[in-house]
Structures are given as C-alpha cells and as structure tokens.
C-alpha cells in the first residue's frame, strides 16, 4: 500500500516550452501533496505544499507563476513548470500525505521523481 | 535553509559491517523520520520515531532519538551491497504545519 507514482519518470525540452508533472496517489487519498526538487548530490528542497481544493503554499524564493500547483483532487497534484529555462533542469520529487487515521504521525510517501532536462 | 545535518557525508564499508548515521536539528519537533534513497530515484520511508521515544527497531535498522540533543542516528546491521544509497533524516517540526525538513544526506557505499 502507500503507493505514489509520477508521471512522466523523465522528460527533455527546449527552453521557453513548458513541462507538466503529474504526481499520484494509487491506492490511499490525501488533501496534502509537496513538491520538492533536487540537485545532484543534494538534498530535498521543499518547493510548494499543495492542498486539495485550495491554493498552494510557496516556500520563500519560490516563484509561484513559475511553477503553477494544481490539486483538483484528493489523488491528484500537478506542477507545471512554465516557460523552462535550463536552470529549472532538475530532479524533482512529489510526496503525499494520506488522510490522517488513528496512529499515524505525518508520514509522507515519495514518488519515484521526474527529471526535467531543458535545453 | 536545511534544519538537518547529517554526518559523515560519505560512508564506506565492508559487506557485513555495521553503519552508523548521525542526524542533528535545531528545533522541537513532533517526529524524526529516516528516508533511503537509491541513486535518481524516489525515496522510501524506513522509519519514523516519534519525539517521545528514544529507540525503534525495524529489522536490521535502529533508530535512536535524544531531543535534548536534538540529534538522531541510524544503525544498519549486518550490512550488504544492496544498502548503498543515500540515507536522508528528516524532521516535523512542531511549527512546520506538516512539512518536513530534510538533512544533507549520507552516501552509504557497501563493499560485497
């Protein structure tokens, strides 16, 4: 159980395009979904909290028309990356939480990453 | 910023050998979470100890916790080539509203 997917697992394109991510929750729901981005050999940096049916919460530095979230619902986010230049080129890593239940603590499940390459 | 460091960053043994992870933080939190991560790929959650425990077990891993420290390890026993990966510690900190902050990461490399 507990699964996340991502699609697509990897995509290239040329600079000035723009590049949707689709991050999903195959068998829990969850209102809360983030986004983070990686660079090689570096940790996770939250990028935005997505929360089903609302707007999402950008962290500091973060441009919000940049990287557009939609949560339309509880098994759904997306990151549009618009108008990619080569430094958007990353790794980057979506995670749900699942509806709170008794006995869990904010565990979070990761998807497998999107690796975006701009041209 | 990064709450979390992680030491060492890189780590290097023999196959059967035990590896020793070191996480520190800076705030109270609610939870400490271990993440593995095999090279460009997702991550997979290990184990969470919550802020009032002090040790968890999950088969050949130990968690350890001491908040007056704020710090955390992680103890992988017995140790095999398939446990090179990245080991990421993250925290739920009580102000955080559910987002975690991640640590640097540790490069694990088992040596068969």
């Known amino acids: 159980g507990a699964v996340v997917s991502q699609h697509p697992s990897r995509v290239i394109c040329k600079s000035g395009t723009s590049v949707k991510i689709e991050c999903r929750s195959l068998d829990f729901q969850a209102t809360t979904m983030f986004w983070y981005r990686q660079f090689p050999k570096k940790s996770l940096m939250l990028m935005a909290t997505?929360?089903?049916?609302?707007?999402?919460?950008?962290e500091q530095g973060v441009e919000k028309d940049k990287f557009l979230i939609n949560h339309a619902s509880l098994t759904l986010s997306t990151l549009t990356v618009t108008s990619a230049h080569p430094e958007d080129s990353s790794f980057y890593i979506c995670?749900?939480?699942?509806?709170?239940?008794?006995?869990?603590?904010?565990?979070?499940?990761f998807g497998p990453g999107t690796r975006l390459t701009v041209l | 910023s990064q709450q979390g460091e992680e030491d060492p960053q890189a780590l290097s043994i023999q196959e059967g050998e035990n590896a020793t992870m070191n996480c520190s933080y800076k705030t109270s939190i609610n939870n400490l979470q271990w993440y593995r991560q095999n090279s460009g790929r997702g991550l997979v959650h290990l184990i969470l100890?919550?802020?009032?425990?002090r040790e968890k077990h999950s088969g050949r891993l130990r968690v350890t916790l001491d908040t007056s420290k704020k710090s955390s390890s992680l103890l992988i026993t017995a140790s095999r080539a398939a446990d090179t990966a990245s080991y990421f510690c993250?925290?739920?900190?009580?102000?955080?509203?559910?987002?975690?902050?991640f640590g640097e990461g540790t490069q694990l490399t088992v040596n068969p």
């Open positions: 997505s929360n089903e049916g609302s707007k999402a919460t950008y």
């Open positions: 100890i919550r802020s009032n425990e």
């Open positions: 993250a925290t739920d900190a009580e102000t955080s509203g559910s987002r975690l902050t």
């Open positions: 995670s749900a939480k699942p509806l709170p239940t008794s006995g869990t603590y904010n565990e979070q499940f």
